[in-house]
């Protein structure tokens, strides 16, 4: 071969390497992971990128356990990167991988190629986190470690106190553990990774409950006796309550971490309410007389002050007291103050005249019937209505019994007059319900005899002008609607047999026509009525009750304002059903046939 062919030859093959040179730098490797380029430590030059991808993945072995939680008992946990929720971002990973010598164009591209051939690349992988993930798998560790304080407690057992001691409690901090975590998860080396444990202290330690074991011992050291301060006679007390008694009532409770002993408010609430029944004293009002010419109040009887147990206060007290070792502990009083004292004045209330006047008579009343209204008229002596108040007749007037000083008279109990203690108290009911009516108040409870009684007719009062009552079911009520107080004062005429209530206030000008009573004709009350009697002697016929007759009758009231405006109209209807005649007989006495005829001639 001569020289000049060889040199063609050789310039050929020059030409053929450079050209292949050129395609394998460029069109060859422009879908292509440039050869010397390592993602960490697995070559990808050459693949193409769905390849270059999975040979990545296989390399990266996200699925092999190399992360161990390390547990405060030394236990251990496996977990690969993907159980925590570690994840190849795909995308994000292979413009990594083809962006070196895939940038420029032209020549600077093929000189970036052949560097990475000559001296290789190496590039990172981009994960993505997804932290519930590796949160909920913390979250089942936490399941299995967690446990709660448990406070010292400090019980009963009988009358005895006793101490269960506490224990600290541990809970899995999983924030500071994934904190510590995450920078593992950017390298995928085998890793320990401590758990972080948080200890919890229990509220109660050991000390406090042997601090209130101390305390619950000295508060059963000895009975409770509970005192009532300045006791008055006749009033209860003291009350002993014994050890093994105080001991059920005993509360040992955590609160704010320390624990409290002392008795339970609910269980004392209930002991202490039975003590302050038995010592409540309502207050008592002072009683006043109206001096007419001197226009002022007289004392008639002094206010006396109510008292309460102040029931909070004395539950505050024994509990402090106990846990101080006192165990005689004084009741927490309440003064209750009287409405009206010694310092209230005429003018203080607007009394300044007489106002209406109310009167019924007595005369021929037995002298217990006599005694009962006297003693019932003095309950109403004095008595204050304020403005608004409504007044009871039985409220003011108290129990009616023997021993508070009735004598027993006629009473009407179903359709019969009988022996009853506090005959005669109607007519003190009557005389009130006229006094309001004059007075033009409001009547809202009034209820009529069951027969005509003649006592409440004698002065020209005619038949329904009158009131019954019948503690607690039958009232006599009405509204003090004025401005001003009402005084009522009782005035009894001896001589006369009168009973008055005399209303002492301001008038407002209001004026009261009365219209009636107005009745019908009366009704027979038909034969006597006679009862064998096998306990009276022979021969005996006693007359038990006068015959009544029957009679419907009307009482009305029209109330004018100062104006002269109507402010009520009132209608007092009265049903007196016939009565007869009632006798008692005994052995050996033929009572009178149906003609009527009688022993005694009625």
Known sequence: MNRLTFVVVVAALLLLTLFGLLLLLGPVLESRVIPGLRLWGAALGGLRAGDALVHAEDYLALDALRVVFVGPDEQRWSFSPADLGVSVAAEATLTRVLEPGHGDGGWEAYRERVGIMQQGAVVAPVFVWNRNRAEAQLQTLASQLDSLPQDAVVYLQGAEVHIEASSIGRRLDITATLASLEPHLRFLDPVEVPLIIEILQPEVNDEEAAQALEMANVMLAEPLTLLLPNPQEGDPGPWILKPEVVSQMLAIRPEEGHVVVGLDEAMLLHYLESLALALHRD????????????????????????????????????????????????????????????????????????????????????????????????????????????????????????????????????????????????????????????????????????????????????????????????????????????????????????????????????????????????????????????TLPSGAIHKLESAHDGLDAVLERVVRDAEGKVLYRDRFESHFVPWPARYVYGPDVIPPDASGESGDGE
């Open 283 to 534: 207050p008592v009002d002072a009683q006043f007389r109206y001096d007419v010419v001197a226009k002022e109040l007289v004392i008639a009887s002094p206010s006396q002050p109510g008292r309460d147990v102040d029931l909070a206060g004395t539950i505050a007290r024994i509990n402090e007291f106990l846990q101080t070792g006192q165990h005689l502990v004084p009741l927490v009083l309440q003064t209750i103050s009287p409405q009206y004292d010694e310092t209230t004045s005429a003018a203080d209330l607007g009394i300044v005249e007489l106002i209406a006047v109310g009167e019924s008579y007595f005369v021929g009343s037995s002298s217990a019937r006599d005694h009962n209204i006297r003693l019932g008229a003095s309950k109403f002596d004095g008595v204050l209505v304020a403005p608004g108040e409504t007044f009871s007749f039985n409220t003011f007037l108290g129990e009616v019994t023997p021993d508070a000083g009735y004598d027993e008279s006629y009473v009407i109990v179903g359709d019969r007059t009988v022996p009853g203690v506090g005959g005669g108290i109607c007519q003190v009911a009557t005389t009130a319900f006229r006094a309001a009516f004059y007075a033009g108040y409001p009547i809202i409870e009034r209820w009529p005899h069951a027969y005509r009684v003649g006592y409440y007719e004698l002065g020209g009062f005619g038949p329904g002008f009158d009131a019954t009552i019948y503690s607690p079911l039958v009232d006599f009520r009405f509204v003090n609607d004025s401005s001003h107080h009402l005084l009522i004062q009782i005035e009894i005429d001896v001589a006369r047999s009168r009973l008055q209530f005399l209303f002492y206030s301001t008038s407002d000008g209001r004026t009261v026509e009365q219209i009636g009573p107005e009745w019908g004709d009366p009704v027979s009350p038909g034969l006597p009525v006679y009862e064998y009697d096998p």
